[in-house]
């Protein structure tokens, strides 16, 4: 872990819509490090993501984004990778030995890849209005949980016998899946896991909509 005084430093500014799953990963490893850090909500329906200023800090116009007192950064598991590199001890949460590291990456990319376009488009669709396929989004996100269930079958993390980087980033949107009209029900370990990362030193939850859970 790096040597930065981090109580001597101004907070992370955090640039993020509040219910949106890849800015809440961000916010889950910035308290689970204990950072000090401050969230600055973004109002994307009033185009405040295209605003000349926050291109200059997110050039694509994409929540979260960081300032970290002068670094910035986007994209959400971009920042995590940032975060744990220079503030953690990033052999605990990318991996100790190149299989681990390998397992955290896999992980990373079905964050990016199954879980946006399962769990998280079916909840863009019904928390959002997304003009998107809602009945393939929740068939893919219970095709993933089917996986993710049998993985977790005899193991209590995602990549590795501890919390790393890809329990981070695959849970906010895998605990709100119900919010997109995806029951958990049927997945017994998957929910074991939600509740260890839940269970966590400066876990933090995601606001969440009752009335679509």
Known sequence: ???????????????????????????????????????????????????????????????????????????????????????????????????????????????????ASGPCAARLVTLFGATLDHETAKSRAHDLFSVIEAHLAGRDWLAAPRPTLADIAAYSYISHAPEGGVSLSAYPSLRAWLGRVEALPGFVGMARSPELA
């Not at 295209?50 to 986007?74: C, E, R, Y």
Request: proline residues 6%.
């Open 1 to 115: 872990m790096t040597d930065v005084n981090v109580r001597d430093r101004q907070p992370v500014l955090l640039y993020r819509h509040p219910k949106s799953g890849h800015c809440h990963r961000v916010e889950l490893i910035l308290s689970m490090l204990d950072l000090p850090y401050q969230t600055i909500d973004v109002d994307m329906a009033k185009g405040q993501h295209k605003a000349p200023d926050f291109l200059a800090i997110s050039p694509l116009g994409q929540v979260p984004a960081i300032n970290d007192n002068g670094v910035t950064l986007a994209d959400s598991n971009a920042i995590l990778t940032y975060l744990v590199e220079r503030y953690g001890d990033a052999a605990e949460w990318r991996g100790h030995d190149p299989l681990e590291q390998a397992e955290v990456q896999r992980w990373l990319s079905i964050a990016a890849g199954e879980i």
